[in-house]
């Protein structure tokens, strides 16, 4: 554990080596095509979203965001990441309990199996669940007898959300508390703290940064999923459009200042988050150099 | 003597339960439900449905695709990892927090934004489209989405095993009379290529599941710029659920053994890395 970590640290703060540089020009040419293709594909476009969507100036767009059909779709997308969320953040934590703390049989594939539904087409994930509760199957059928709607209303979104970021907070749980390791947690249990105590003042302090690091990425995912509840929405606006799906009714209609005011939000959605994100890894770098500070007096 | 310390701390039941519990209704269950409904077809069936000549068409366009984005991502992504571990300049910071905005950005918004960029009027398809580049509603444009939508994955598997990487193998090259090209190829790639193919599969399984981004700039053609998750939901919108389950499950056939291969290979580049 030791001997990967130093070596980081060392060929970081090392000074360049002596012919293992690349000349001044190839080291420009290098930076200037990196730049270049960054520029085009992550630059451009998010620029290109803020400008089509002010084109018509402020007042334009701020009545675009005014619509009613539009802000029910703030609304929508709000309530779905409001319960999705918590539900994920709930279950990472289990899932990562689970897996850091114990050993047990079958481990490595219950992993395979959380990191399922990245693999999976969002299309797909739409589609089994309109298997499962639309009115093809005998459950279906049961719920619509008894007047649940599941199928092309809110709950179908709130599970294809459900399913599309179930990995989100356990996989950046679960390395986090394997290499915390149990000591901590034996050592407070010994002294008479009760599980849950031990949890919260113990385990929960120690993975806080991941965990919101999980809990954020989690949030723009479930902000953000399109494929997966375009096919269990029902496309009704007002009710059943979330704010992505509200993008592309509002692209449809030819209506480009209304799908970029929309699609200005979620941009910017997505730059918090990576503010965010990168205040986390800030933060988490200084713990960790801080807890490295110690033995990294002792004489190299 | 491990084992039974482990035990010491409570809980394992109460998470392992609820763990099971929770994946087997929100995952395990509803993929249950395909499959049980692709054994209602018989094998003729699934295979005709499957294999329609649209449906081809839109698995050659999907991953083929594919495969050239992350192609793209594979190069572009080395250097782009490359740039930001080995140089310093201004921005350094700025572009690597920016590497992850495609994971953070609403795929939706991504096809709406490359699609207004590459279109005749477009800030880019202003000074393409009279070149004969076409980039909004034709299979390029699908590309250019999965492109995007892949560009993380190369990068942040490469940064950490070229941050580790051992200078002392590069200067001893380079004091064996090496030139630079050639320290690159016989040492520096080699070492590279393992976390280069894991980030290559990642992109490619994220690029072949794909819709949001793709539908806004693909044009949408039968036979010619239509994807194949697109054909799923055209063929519910049809209400022909055996032909949308067929093809769900060779998409979800090749995810299944593109997450094989991509657990092989990640297992091969901690290996090489130990």
């Known amino acids: ?300 | 003597m491990a084992a039974r310390a482990f035990r010491v701390l409570p809980g394992f039941g109460l998470t392992l339960g609820y763990t099971l519990s929770y994946l087997g209704l929100i995952v395990l269950l509803p993929l249950a439900m395909l499959l049980l409904r692709l054994l209602d077809l018989s094998w003729a069936e699934c295979w005709r449905l499957a294999t329609t000549e649209r449906a081809l068409a839109a698995y050659r366009l999907t991953f083929g695709a594919s495969f050239i984005a992350a192609l793209l991502n594979a190069v572009f992504g080395t250097l782009v990892a490359w740039v930001l571990v080995r140089y310093q300049f201004p921005g350094r910071r700025f572009l690597d927090a920016l590497v992850d905005f495609p994971f953070a950005l609403p795929t939706a918004v991504a096809g709406l934004a490359l699609s207004s960029l590459f279109a005749a009027n477009g800030w880019l398809g202003r000074w393409l489209v009279p070149l004969g580049i076409r980039g909004a509603f034709t299979p390029l444009g699908v590309v250019l989405a999965l492109t995007f939508i892949g560009l993380p994955f190369v990068v942040r598997t490469l940064q950490p095993v070229l941050q580790n990487f051992e200078r002392e193998v590069e200067e001893a090259a380079a004091t064996l009379g090496a030139s630079r090209l050639r320290t690159f190829l016989t040492i520096i790639a080699p070492t590279l290529l393992p976390a280069v193919l894991t980030g290559f599969a990642l992109a490619l399984a994220r690029a072949i599941g794909e819709y949001g981004s793709v539908i806004f700039i693909a044009g949408n053609k039968p036979y010619e710029s239509e994807i194949a998750p697109l054909l799923i939901v055209i063929r519910l919108e049809e209400y022909d659920y055996p032909g949308a389950i067929a093809i769900a499950a060779v998409l979800l056939a090749v995810s299944f053994v593109l997450l094989a291969v991509i657990n092989l290979l990640e297992r091969w580049v901690s290996a090489w890395q130990h």
Request: aromatic share 10%; with cysteine; proline share 5%.
């Open chain 1, 1 to 300: 554990m030791a001997g990967p970590l130093r070596s980081r640290l060392q060929s970081a703060a090392a000074a360049p080596a002596r012919g293992a540089e690349e000349s001044g020009l190839a080291r420009r040419l290098l930076i200037g095509l990196a730049v270049v293709f960054l520029g085009v594909f992550l630059l451009l476009p998010l620029a290109n979203v803020f400008a089509q969507a002010l084109q018509k100036g402020w007042d334009t767009y701020l009545a675009a965001l005014r619509e009613p059909d539009t802000r029910a779709a703030v609304r929508l997308t709000l309530f779905v990441a409001a319960v999705a969320v918590p539900l994920n953040t709930l279950f990472g934590l289990a899932a990562a309990w689970a897996i850091a703390k114990f050993e047990f049989r079958g481990k490595a594939l219950l992993v395979t199996l959380i990191d399922l539904p990245f693999s999976i087409s969002p299309v797909v994930a739409g589609l089994i669940y309109l298997l499962l509760f639309g009115l093809q199957s005998p459950l279906g059928r049961w719920l619509d007898a008894h007047d649940i709607r599941i199928v092309f209303a809110v709950p179908g979104i709130v599970l294809a959300t459900l399913f599309v970021t179930v990995p989100f907070v356990a996989r950046e749980l679960i390395p986090l508390m394997q290499s915390t390791g149990t000591e901590q947690e034996q050592a407070a249990l010994t002294l008479g703290a009760s599980g849950w105590r031990t949890f919260w003042y113990v385990t929960l302090p120690s993975v806080k940064w991941g965990l919101l690091y999980g809990i954020i990425l989690c949030n723009a995912r479930a902000m953000g999923e399109f494929g997966a509840v375009s096919v269990l929405s029902g496309h009704i606006s007002g009710q059943t459009e979330t704010m992505p799906l509200r993008v592309e009714k509002l692209y449809h209609e030819y209506n480009a200042t209304g799908a970029f005011a929309v699609a200005s939000l979620l941009a910017l959605l997505a730059l918090l988050t990576l503010v965010f994100k990168s205040l986390l890894e800030w933060k988490q770098q200084r713990d960790f150099a801080r807890a490295q500070q110690a033995p990294a007096d002792t004489p190299s």
